[in-house]
């Protein structure tokens, strides 16, 4: 059964106990308290699921590359919203095609690009990281890698999913949604969306990774942000990470995460920095940008965190060690929308 983004806030919210704050949703910027312990960060409502699956690792002084790893895998296989991983709505040809990167701190990093019938392409991302000279492998040489490593073949289009793409082929407009107030309509369900996720350990180091079945009936064979280095992630341990959601197509055109770690090099918050990645986004489109979403989410070495989006809607979930509720969704302000949703 799908779950619709409603439903899964509603429901991770009322597992964690958040539904009982004064506020559930609480005002975007630079998040500057250091986190003891580590601290996890992941795009969307559903990066509370994917920050409960990776803080276990965090918190017994685990390394952020396996956290990293750990929520994305849970993205990827327990969660089902048509978006990521084994319940992602397929490209225009009815097929579910994968994207999926992972980085650590030092460096080291690998991806898979237009993946099928694999349920982790994360994990066959940090494969590719580990055991190839290589670091990014698409299609059908993906899958074979993926298989030659003892990853299972299995059909993953759920019958929702066919049934979706059996709709828009009725009109067969290619439109991604914006997605603006996302949290706020029950039901509604969506046609793109990546699970990024950040972390710092304990031990100071950093690590990311993304996954995301793309856009929605994208064309055969096309590859978003998510699979790239520097596009959908990027992660040095000298300065920070950042990961990326939306229209992939704008990130890969401005080496969008590498931007914002790089003008945090520069000595801007993480905030400050995607913000300063949108405003890039919007200089070098200005027309396009009114009509698609873009959203960055980064943290720095110190453990600092900030987003920032080009529409307003974008949230996204934080886990630390600190007293108090641990799962806060954090709605970032937005160029276009000025402020924040709550
Ligand atoms: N960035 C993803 C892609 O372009 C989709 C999204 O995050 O909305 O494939």
Redesign the pocket.
């Known amino acids: 059964m799908m779950t619709s983004r409603r439903q899964f806030l509603q429901s991770s919210l009322l597992a964690t106990g958040a539904l009982a704050l004064p506020r559930t949703m609480l005002a975007g910027g630079t998040v500057s308290r250091r986190a003891a312990g580590g601290r996890v960060v992941s795009?969307w409502d559903f990066g509370v699921g994917a920050n409960a699956a990776a803080w276990p690792v965090l918190a017994r002084n685990g390394a952020a590359l396996d956290a990293v790893e750990a929520g994305a895998r849970w993205a990827e296989s327990d969660l089902c919203n048509s978006?990521v991983g084994h319940c992602g709505y397929p490209d225009r040809d009815g097929v579910l095609t994968l994207?999926a990167s992972i980085m650590n701190g030092d460096g080291s990093c690998g991806g898979v690009g237009a993946i099928e019938d694999i349920e982790h392409p994360v994990s066959v991302a940090r494969a590719v990281m580990e055991k190839t000279p290589h670091v990014l492998l698409v299609a059908h040489g993906a899958q074979e890698f993926a298989i030659s490593q003892g990853f299972a073949k299995k059909p993953l289009l759920t019958d929702e999913a066919r049934k979706a793409w059996r709709e828009w082929l009725k009109t067969s407009e290619y439109k991604?949604k914006m997605n603006v107030e996302r949290t706020r309509i029950p039901g509604d369900e969506?046609n793109?969306?990546?699970l990024?996720i950040l972390a710092l350990d304990a031990h100071g180091k950093l690590a990311g990774a993304?996954t995301?079945?793309?856009?929605a009936w994208?064309m055969h064979g096309?590859?978003?942000?998510?699979p790239i280095i520097g596009a959908?992630l990027y992660a040095d341990n000298e300065i920070g990470a950042a990961t990326?959601?939306?229209?992939?197509?704008e990130?890969i055109r401005n080496s969008a995460s590498f931007l914002v770690v790089e003008l945090m090099r520069q000595g801007r918050t993480p905030r400050e920095a995607c913000r300063g990645a949108i405003e890039r986004v919007v200089q070098k489109r200005p027309a396009a940008s009114k009509n698609l979403?873009v959203?960055f989410l980064a943290i720095n070495r110190h453990g600092e965190v900030g987003a920032y989006a080009l529409h307003p809607g974008f949230v996204y979930a934080m886990h630390d060690a600190t007293p108090g509720p641990h799962d806060k969704l954090i709605a970032a302000e937005s160029i276009y929308g000025g402020g924040v949703v709550r």
């Open positions: 795009t978006t994207d991604p969506h793109h969306d990546t990024g993304c995301t079945s793309g856009m994208k096309r590859v978003g942000d998510s959908g990326a959601s939306g229209v992939g197509e990130m979403q959203c």
